[in-house]
């Protein structure tokens, strides 16, 4: 008879707490009017609050695997986690008015958005090839359905559509790289993997594995050459959305290449250090030419992220435990800046109006000095 050994579950307690309450949340939205959604709004903030608490409450400084080592928690994915609550947090708190001007304020914005933020926690704490990629799932789909929310726009269904598509690719992309690696190691567990690659010379079929991996990562943060999708998406998606997709999900992107290249694959330094640098070199240049072409904001204000990204990819390209601190610091410093950002365009926009031209902002000292 096979023993069976309870896992521990205290270091997965905020995910599950969260899951919990958008299960909950879900069943009572069914019975609101549209008069009392209000009280969806208040529950999906109180959810984010009761996650932060617990994840504040048992924060440490050592590393708890669980649940057979598919999930760490760790001083790096407690940190990232506060931010993804905080980050998701001020942009429900910003987008209520917004939704309610635009006829979208209904329940499923703040589902989806808790079931990304729920994406981002196991993608945060993954320390397996296939949580990482559930996290990155679970967050990709709720995010493509918040774009397409809005369904008379055709722009919102424009962007939903080259959204999806491209996210798929780049899933598809990351899995190829995953499996070519899982052939060559047998194993799934990051530390396993680790332990594998150190020491090995790199064939070229782990070199191709890594090289599928990189781009799919590259795609989901934004990275030149596969940015395409960031201007697009962001220009299309309602303010509200696009302030979500800016902020958050560049905390867990942040988390992919660390608990991927930087942990697994660590042995391949040498190999992703190269890739890296192209890449980083080419977001800062294209990101910042690009942008000064711009006439919409939100356009702008995407590409501003591509360019990010590149000094993002500089500190984990340090290959150092300084680089990679820097970078975690300055893509949270990037997420509260960009929230700001979007949180001002959404304030500007009026029913029937987004104020997301460079030329609305003309007169904006006249008109209300606060914003400007």
């Keep these: 008879i096979m023993s069976f050994e309870m896992p521990n579950i205290i270091p997965a307690i905020p995910e599950m707490f969260l899951l ?23 529950l999906a903030q109180l959810s984010l609050l009761g996650a932060l608490f617990l994840t504040l409450s048992s924060m440490g400084t050592e590393t708890v695997l669980t649940f057979s080592d598919t999930f760490v928690r760790d001083p790096m994915s407690d940190i990232l986690k506060v931010a993804i609550y905080i980050a998701t947090f001020i942009t429900f708190l910003y987008s209520k008015d917004y939704l309610r001007d635009r006829g979208i ?26 949580t990482v990629y559930l996290g990155l799932e679970l967050l990709s789909l709720s995010l493509y359905a918040m774009v397409a929310m809005q369904r008379d726009s055709v722009m919102a269904s424009e962007a939903a559509m080259k959204y999806f598509v491209l996210g798929a690719i ?3 992309m990351l899995l190829y790289g995953i499996s070519i690696i899982y052939g060559l190691t047998g194993t799934l567990d990051l530390g396993e993997v680790a332990t594998q690659v150190t020491g090995q010379a790199p064939g070229v079929l782990l ?13 989901k943060l934004g990275a ?18 696009t302030a979500l997709i800016g902020t958050a999900p560049k905390l867990a992107g942040f988390a992919m290449i660390m608990r991927l290249i930087v942990e697994a694959l660590g042995g391949l330094q040498a190999d992703w250090q190269q890739m ?26 995407a590409y501003s992220t591509v360019s990010h990204v590149g000094f993002i990819l500089l500190g984990i390209l340090a290959g150092t435990a300084e680089g990679y601190s820097s970078a975690m610091f300055y893509t949270i410093t990037y997420a509260l800046m960009s929230l700001g950002g979007f949180g001002v365009i959404m304030f500007m926009a009026r029913q029937g109006f987004e104020a997301d031209n460079i030329s ?8 209300s000095p606060w914003f400007a």
């Design 276 to 301: 890296i640098i192209v890449i980083s070199v080419l977001s800062l240049a294209v990101g910042n030419i690009i942008a000064i072409a711009q006439t919409n904001l939100k356009r702008m204000l």
């Design 20 to 42: 919990g309450m958008i299960c909950t949340i879900l069943v009572i939205d069914l019975f609101l009017s549209d008069r009392s959604r209000i009280i969806t709004y208040l």
């Design 224 to 241: 030149v050459p596969f940015h395409m999708w960031v201007p697009d998406v962001y220009h299309g998606s309602p303010t509200a959305v």
């Design 360 to 367: 609305d902002l003309a007169g904006l000292n006249q008109r």
């Design 170 to 172: 780049a899933s598809g």
């Design 207 to 219: 070199s191709f594995g890594l090289v599928f991996i990189i781009v799919g990562i590259a795609f």
């Design 105 to 130: 304020f209904k329940g499923e914005f703040y589902v989806l958005g808790l079931f990304g933020a729920l994406g981002m926690m196991v993608l945060v704490s993954a320390h397996n090839f296939l």
